[in-house]
């Protein structure tokens, strides 16, 4: 998983991804800026938030680290206190992390959260300072960072023309217990990993793909990127390639609603549906319902409630880890780059 960092951390830039609560300034001023010219500076009565108006696309689990550096040498009251903001899939508030505090009457000191774990149903996450109890103090502030497991967007001018996904080194183990061999690393403690290719082409003939290139040479054959099956907004009773998704168990040919149906303990075959919050999937490869007599399903190694349905697409909604196994071979027309394909493989 890639390590991004803020955009503008150190404010040269001005005011540009910041949002300034009552009492925050960016500005230049280059003898009390930790580095280069710019800094933000609080004065204030009451408390007030700097917030970053990037939205960092995480996962629940993952690890995210940030640090900032605190002024407070001519204050005379207040602490400051660096945050990490936590929000779902809708961007509403889930909860916030926040650091000890650095305490007011010393030059500039970094305050620093380390791999604190995104919690349940995380999807993005901010980061804020913000100087409590400040009692008409002035603080300033400088050079922010964030780094960690997250998610970059695949840039708005580029689409998939097309794709390919493959099994890799898929293994299986005999599990006694119930005495079929089983594919999925949470039963097995074994791997089920694919592989595949994306090329890519501008979204529009105007666009291109520089953008892209530099978010795939950034990753390189180290880092990851996350890919998954888009959503299929199927309601119940709703049809789904013919068929109505509305049944109980008939196992290989048709439908499983495991929210509001019976929990099935019958292991899942290739054409069988299942409902995951309100979404329907057709599996395109069998998988196993577990841990036994949940009602949870497993595809991916150690990601649950996932499946691949053959239209995986780059995205920061992440389903399955995957990392760059080639170099990116690339077509250009009069300088622009018209196509990219790359290689990947599940991690």
Not at 280 to 306: H, M
């Amino acid at each position: 998983m890639a390590k991004f960092f803020l955009q503008n951390p150190g404010f040269e830039l001005g005011d540009r991804d910041w949002s300034k609560g009552t009492g925050w300034a960016i500005s230049k001023d280059a003898p009390t800026s930790r580095s280069g010219s710019w800094r933000a500076v609080f004065t204030g009565a009451a408390e007030a938030n700097l917030d970053s108006t990037l939205f960092f696309a995480v996962r629940p689990g993952l690890k995210v680290s940030a640090s900032v550096y605190f002024d407070g040498a001519v204050a005379t009251a207040g602490t400051g206190v660096l945050r990490l903001k936590w929000s779902n899939s809708n961007q509403d508030l889930l909860s916030v992390s926040s650091s000890a505090g650095i305490a007011f009457g010393s030059g500039y000191s970094q305050e620093v959260l380390t791999d604190i774990v995104a919690p349940a149903q995380a999807k993005f996450v901010q980061v804020r300072a913000v100087i409590t109890t400040p009692n008409g103090s002035t603080w300033r502030l400088d050079d922010a960072d964030m780094s960690g497991s997250l998610v970059e967007n695949l840039p708005s001018t580029a689409k998939i023309q097309s794709h390919t996904l493959v099994p890799a080194r898929t293994i299986g183990m005999f599990d006694p217990l119930i005495g079929v061999d089983k594919f999925t690393e949470f039963n097995a403690g074994m791997s089920d990993k694919w592989g595949g290719m994306f090329t890519f082409i501008p979204l529009h003939p105007s666009d291109d793909l520089g953008e892209l290139l530099g978010f795939l040479e950034r990753l390189g054959r180290i880092e990851r990127f996350f890919a998954f099956d888009p959503d299929r907004l199927v309601p119940k009773n709703g049809v789904v390639n013919n068929m109505t998704v509305d049944g109980t168990t008939t196992n290989g040919t048709n439908r499983i609603p495991v929210k509001a149906g019976p929990v099935s303990s019958t292991a899942l075959v290739v054409g069988d549906y299942i409902e995951i919050k309100d979404q329907y999937f057709q599996l395109k490869r069998d998988l196993e319902i577990g841990p036994e007599g949940t009602g949870e399903a497993i595809v991916w190694p150690s990601v649950r409630s996932t499946f691949a349905d053959g239209e995986d697409i780059i995205t920061d909604n992440p389903k399955m880890i995957a990392r760059v196994t080639s170099e990116v071979p690339r077509r250009s027309d009069h300088d622009r780059w018209t196509q990219l394909s790359m290689s990947w493989e599940e991690v």
